[in-house]
C-alpha cells in the first residue's frame, strides 16, 4: 500500500510563512510519486493552497486537507465549517476527533463519527484520529480506548469504513518529544488492523497513521513498522526540511 504523510499545522502559520513553507517544500518534491502528501491546514487558509497550487511548480502533487469539520450539514451553527464547504475548497482530506479537540472541546466519541459521517458524504477522508493519554496506558487501558474510539466510527458508518483513514496519537508523544518506540505503535496498530478486519473485507486498504513527535530521525524506523502506513506529522511538517526527509522515508 502507497503510504501517506500528512502535516497537522494545528494552529499555525501566516499568508507569508504558508507560501513560503509550502512552496519550499513543492520544491523538494521527489520527482516520482513515491508516497501520497497531503497538508491539513486551518480553515482560513484553505483558498490559499488552492490558488498557490495553480502557480506553484509541483504543488498540485500535494493534497489539501482540513483539520475538523461540523457534525452538521449546514445552517444556524455560527462558528462551524460544513463538509461542503471543505469539499468547495477541494479538500482531499478532514482531521477529525484529534486528541486536542477530545481535550479542548470535550469532542465524544459519538461526535467524532457523526463528522466522520459528514466527510464521507461529502467525498472526503476522515482521517479518525485515536490515542490513550498516559494514565490510560499506565493503567493498561490503551487497548480498550482506542478500541472503543473506533468502534463508534464503525458503528455509525458502516461498509463504508473501508474509506476511512485511522491516525493511531498517543496522547502522551504528540509535541513531547517522546515517541511510541516502533514497537509499541506496531502492537495498536495490529490491534486497529484486526478490528478493521471484523468490520469490512477491505481492512487492509486501510492506511493507518502514526501520529505524535514524528520526526525525521525516528520516521524511517516507524515507518518500516508492518501496520505503519504512514505519518501525521505535527511540528515537524512546518519545517519544509524535516518534512521532506519523513516523506522520502515513506519511500523505502
Ligand atoms: P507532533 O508531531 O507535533 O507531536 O503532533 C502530532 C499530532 O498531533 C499530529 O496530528
Known sequence: MKKLIAGNWKMNGSLAANEALLTAVAAGMPAQPVCAVAVCVPSPYLAQFQALALSVRGLSAIDLGAQDVSAKASGAYTGEVSAAMLKDFGCRYVIVGHSERRQYHAETDALVAEKAQQALAAGITPIVCV??????????????????????????????????????????????????????????????????????DHADRVKILYGGSM????????????????GLIGGASLKAN???TIIAAAAV
Open 242 to 244: 524535516d518534512f521532506l
Open 131 to 200: 490515542g490513550e493519554t498516559l494514565a490510560e496506558r499506565e493503567a493498561g487501558q490503551t487497548e480498550n480506548i482506542v478500541k472503543r474510539q473506533l468502534a463508534a466510527v464503525i458503528h455509525t458508518n458502516g461498509h463504508c469504513i473501508s474509506e476511512i483513514v485511522v491516525a493511531y496519537e498517543p496522547v502522551w508523544a504528540i509535541g513531547t518529544g517522546k515517541t511510541a518506540t516502533p514497537e509499541e505503535a506496531q502492537a495498536v496498530h495490529a490491534v486497529l488492523r484486526a478490528q478493521l478486519k471484523a468490520a469490512t
Open 215 to 230: 520526526n525525521a530521525a525516528n520516521a524511517a524506523s516507524l515507518l518500516g513498522q508492518p501496520d505503519i502506513d504512514g
